[in-house]
């Protein structure tokens, strides 16, 4: 499983923008991506990215 | 901060989802001056409180009171009790705990003063705090079942604590004739792990199927719907036909008294003979909470839902599953969860500021069988003081997954205990 940590926010984003819509396959992460907005997901993938691993 | 790295990361490697919204507020953070907070409880919501709060401002002396050396884990020991997992694999020290600079206390808190913003501990000492966070976890309601007493516990294990309790279980299990008929009693709502008698039922199911095939298994329940319901009943029509039974609050469930001497639960139409009795007692805050004056009259502590500050006594707040916490289930992933907004307000609150209102996940795992996993999820946040789902989000796992989903959800639940596990304790 690829670590979040440190990776390209644009990249987070658009995997919970696919898990919201149901696009990329998931076991949980599509019923806990549709608990964020599109604000929250880019402050989230923001705070992320800046993360060293 | 490279000290501050391993910690750090593991923290985020999942946590950050819920927690980002309520860590953004750094500059506060950084005119700190030092405080006190007193966490009282090492399971998954003090322990993850404790090392939180150190990592958010390195200044605050935080100490975490326990009463024993080792921690066992709840989630997963149902696969202790039927041979699947060792009982050592449940349990974790707080070295780790330790060398984040939360200072580890090994004693039982005997008495609160909030006024007086003081814990006195069994062994004589007296803590002072500016903010104390309770996560003590459940007592069991001696008063609630009768028959049932802490002296029956060795006859009808509970086995809702793990630990001694588990390896009882399972022994008892081990040592049925086959043909025996196992029981279980659970309890109305709220308790601590709604999915886990029937996780449990299931994977005795699942031992009994294998290794005594001429058992049988019966839920006496309390209540007419469950957690998953389901999709563990569709797993049971499935995986074990005709082993497991499910008796409904208004089919007549609720054991109303049982008799350890003789092995039977009552209910309002039958008296049941086991030969495996497994007791889930009605649950309620542990007892210091109580002492505390935290816990209102149905023996749970209600609580803010962006401080999880208690309404009932200043500068105290209520984590896990002690708390009253709306939606959120009574669940490991719920008190970590749970920790790290309280902290996050905590920390917030000793330098005057203002918390952020908290996003919230739970995610629940059950082993239906060792390559058959379902999930719970969901999302929460405070509205009008309560703590409810977000709307459109959360939910179950799909009733009509393949074979192949419910495995990998199987092989999942292992990387969320580890997760948390080592998220909590290493």
């Known amino acids: 499983m690829p670590r979040v940590l440190g990776q390209d926010p644009a990249g987070i984003v658009i995997a919970m923008r696919e898990f919201r819509s149901g696009q990329r396959p998931a076991t949980v992460m ?19 990215g800046a993360q060293k691993d | 901060m490279t000290a501050l790295r391993p910690g750090r990361r593991a923290f985020l490697k999942t946590a950050a ?28 919501a003090g322990t993850t409180a404790a090392r939180t709060l150190k990592r958010l401002d390195p200044r605050l002396a935080v100490t975490l009171v326990e009463a024993n050396a080792q921690f066992t884990a709840c989630p997963f020991s149902n696969e202790v009790i039927v041979g699947l997992r ?15 600079g939360v200072e580890l206390r090994l004693a039982s808190a005997t008495g ?71 029981v279980i009693s659970a309890p109305a709502n709220p308790y601590r792990c709604p ?62 008294s049982v008799d350890p001497g003789m092995m039977t639960l009552t209910t309002d139409f039958a008296t049941h003979k086991a030969a495996v009795a497994n007791v889930i007692p009605p649950q309620k805050a542990a007892r210091i909470a109580d002492l505390a004056g935290v816990s209102d009259r149905t023996g749970w502590c209600p609580i803010d839902p962006v401080t999880f500050a208690s309404p ?57 069988a060792p390559d058959y996993g379902i999930t719970i999820a969901g999302v929460y946040h405070p509205v009008n ?18 074979a192949s989903i419910r495995a990998q959800e199987a092989s999942f639940a292992n990387g969320w205990f580890n997760t948390l596990t080592a998220e909590t304790f290493g």
């Open chain 1, 30 to 48: 599509d019923r806990i991506a549709k608990g964020f907005t599109e604000d929250e997901t880019q402050a989230i993938a923001a705070w992320l």
């Open chain 2, 17 to 44: 989802v819920g927690a980002a919204a309520a860590l953004l507020p750094r500059p506060a953070l950084a005119q700190a001056t030092s405080g006190r907070v007193v966490v009282i409880g090492g399971g998954f």
């Open chain 2, 86 to 100: 060792d009982l050592g694999d449940q349990q974790f020290g707080y070295d780790k705990v330790a060398r984040d």
């Open chain 2, 112 to 182: 609160i003063d909030p006024q007086g913003r003081s814990v006195t501990l069994a062994d004589g000492g007296r803590l002072s705090y500016d903010r104390l966070i309770l996560a003590p976890g459940v007592d069991f309601r001696w008063d609630g079942l009768p028959g049932y007493t802490e002296a029956t516990i060795e006859r009808m294990p509970h086995a809702w604590k793990a630990g001694e309790q588990t390896l009882l279980l399972r022994r008892q299990l081990a040592a049925m004739s086959d043909g025996g008929l196992v």
């Open chain 2, 195 to 256: 999915p886990g008698p029937y996780e449990r039922a299931s994977l005795i199911a699942h031992y009994l199927k294998t290794t005594k095939p001429k058992s049988k298994i019966i839920i006496l329940d309390a209540k007419d719907a469950f957690s998953k319901q389901r999709l563990f009943q569709n797993a049971w029509a499935a995986l074990y036909p005709g082993l497991v039974e499910w008796v409904s609050l208004s089919s007549g469930g609720k054991v109303t």
């Open chain 2, 312 to 368: 009932l006594q200043p500068n105290i707040h209520v984590l896990g599953d002690a708390a009253i916490a709306g939606a959120m289930p009574k669940s490991a992933f719920a008190a970590n969860a749970q920790a790290k907004a309280c902290a996050a307000a905590v920390a917030t609150l000793l330098v005057g500021g203002r918390p952020a209102e908290p996003r919230l996940i739970n995610t629940c795992y059950s082993l239906v």
């Open chain 2, 385 to 402: 003081g309560q703590l409810v789902d977000v709307e459109g989000a959360g939910g179950v796992s799909p009733l009509d997954a393949p």
